[in-house]
Structures are given as C-alpha cells and as structure tokens.
C-alpha cells in the first residue's frame, strides 16, 4: 500500500523508528484495531526495513460480534502489507473489575507470543492522553511518587513510543493514510473510571485551567519517574546489603521516610507476600514499628508475613 508521508504519520514514524534495527529477532505489537493501534501499524510497517514486525490481535470476548472485530483488524493489517499476523482469544476471569482483567488475560497472551517469538521488543500503543489519564487516577486514588510516574517508555520488552504523541495525532495518521478504525464503545460508556476521566474531568480542568493540562499532567509524570526511580534506586541499595528478615531500627530511623517504607516493601516482598498485593495501610502499619513504636503487636501483612519488633529489630517470619 502507498502511503504519503504526511505530518500525523511523520510523527509517528520518527517515535517508532529507534525500536526497529536490522536484527535476527523480531518486533511484536498489539493491535486493537483502534486509532492508536492502527496508527502505529502503519508506522511501523513503513519503518521495518529488515526487522521482521508482526502483529498480535487479541479477541477479549467481551463484546457482542467480537470476533468480526477480531477479523476485520487482521484484515486491516494485512491491507497495510503485513503477511503474518498472529491472534488470540482471551479468557478473562473477572475479578477486580472488566478494565483490569481483561488487562491481565492480554498480557498473559502477550508473554506466551513472547516466549514463542523472542521479540527484541513488543510495542505498545499507548499515547500521551492515556498517560494523563493515569496520572489523575493515580491522584484519585492517593497513589505515591511511583504510580502517580505513569507509564514508562520501556519495561523490560515492552515498550510504548507514542507516550509524547496525541490520540487526536494518531487519529489524523489513521485519516492521513486512509485506514478505517474501530472504536471501541467502551471507550465511551461512563460506567468506566477512565472514560469519565477522559470525557468528564480533563475537559472541565482544561476549560478552568487552560489548555495544555494534558501535556502538563505528561510532564509531572516524567518528573516522578525520575525521583522514584532514584528512591528506588537508594533503597535498593540499602537493602542489598542488609540482613532484609532482621532490620536494625535505628539503622531505619536514620533513612529519610520514603527509603525506609521502601525498604520495608523490598523485605515484605522477599518474605512472600504476593507481588502487587501491599497497600498503602500496610506500609503504614509497617512503618509505624518504626516511627510511633509504643509496644504495639506484631503486624500481620499478605502472604501471612508478619513483622514484630524486638529488642531493636524488625524481624519477619512466615510462622
């Protein structure tokens, strides 16, 4: 397919094209079928030279005619000039509400392509008012330094370039090389926390405040990932060189507060609680052995971790 280099896509192609280099091992991408997805298709299709790019379409089942959308994307796809195109349906097992299971029964599919691919790197589509959008559910919910940093630009093989580009460039690439798109009626239905944020409040805030809150939103996110990153960093340390089932408390009540609550998750986590299963109350009940000790009893976490200070120490058992 021939395609103009206009000013939407030229975007796109220069935010992608430091993923792709002549290599052995190829580049994987999800596909929605969305304007994002769609956008970035076409990027990088365009920029591949030698690297072998396939895209990975996921049917989560969740939606009436599902499996047409799943069909049409691929045919999609294989009208940009793509030969290989891998899919998948999900199974997804509701638990903590639709947005975050369907999220993790795509990953799940999305590490098994990577087992079976050995990507260099397996792109994201996610843009700049997603990130935004994080970043005001992240303060909805009292997040810390850490959530409130958004997405990264890359998580180990995952990647997602279009973090500084705009649904609305990535909708005019789509225009820009004539590619239909779908959309998503979830991403209008206001039962959903995230589209009340995208079409409720960062209107209302960009219409009291001014434009550019999105960018600005971008801009703070990135300013937090580099102050967590450098807290994470210090705590890290600490932590590599300490006994992390029998902490010195005054060693910990030398450390400024936010290394201490991270050191504190650090050995909770090693002791066996769940990964992801710690909340903001648990730290705090953790470190309150530290900072408001008035011989309280021994705090029960996830995991059955437990910690009881003693004699000057912070001890954690499983028993």
């Not at 021939?2 to 290599?23: F, G, H, M, Y």
């Not at 691919?117 to 700049?128: E, G, I, N, V």
């Not at 649904?167 to 798109?181: D, F, G, K, L, P």
């Not at 052995?289 to 910690?307: A, R, T, Y």
Request: contains cysteine; proline residues 4%.
């Amino acid at each position: 397919m021939k395609i103009e280099n206009t000013p939407a896509l030229w975007q796109i192609r220069k935010a992608v094209k430091p993923w792709l280099s002549d290599s052995a091992q190829p580049v994987l991408f999800g596909c929605s079928g969305g304007a994002d997805s769609m956008a970035l298709a076409v990027a990088l299709f365009i920029e591949r030279s030698n690297t072998k790019v396939i895209p990975i379409v996921i049917d989560h089942g969740l939606q009436e005619g599902s499996a047409q959308i799943t069909s049409q994307t691929i045919e999609r796809l294989k009208q940009i000039g793509f030969t290989q195109v891998e899919s998948a349906r999900a199974q997804v097992t509701m638990t903590d509400g639709l947005e975050a299971s369907a999220r993790r029964a795509r990953y799940q599919l999305f590490n098994q392509f990577i087992e079976t691919y050995q990507p260099k790197y397996f792109l994201l589509a996610h843009t700049l008012n997603d990130q935004a959008e994080n970043v005001l559910l992240g303060l909805a919910r009292g997040s810390g330094a850490r959530s409130l940093s958004g997405m990264a630009v890359k998580n180990n093989v995952f990647v997602r370039p279009l973090l500084k580009i705009s649904r609305e460039v990535t909708t005019a690439a789509c225009s820009e090389a004539s590619i239909e798109i779908w959309s998503d009626p979830h991403n209008e239905d206001l039962r959903f926390t995230r589209v009340r944020v995208r079409k409720n409040l960062l209107p209302i805030i960009e219409d009291n405040l001014g434009p550019g809150i999105t960018e600005a939103l971008v801009r703070s996110a990135d300013l937090l990932r580099d102050d967590a990153d450098a807290l994470d960093g210090f705590a890290a340390e600490y932590f590599n060189q300490a006994d992390s089932f029998n902490l010195d408390v005054k060693e910990l009540e030398r450390l400024p507060k936010a290394i201490t609550t991270r050191v504190l998750r650090l050995a909770i986590y090693k002791a066996g609680a769940p990964a992801g299963s710690l909340t903001a109350e648990h730290i705090a009940a953790a470190q309150a052995l530290i900072s408001d000790w008035h011989g309280q009893k021994e705090v029960s976490l996830p995991g059955n971790v437990k910690l009881l200070r003693n004699s000057g120490r912070i001890t954690l058992s499983t028993q």
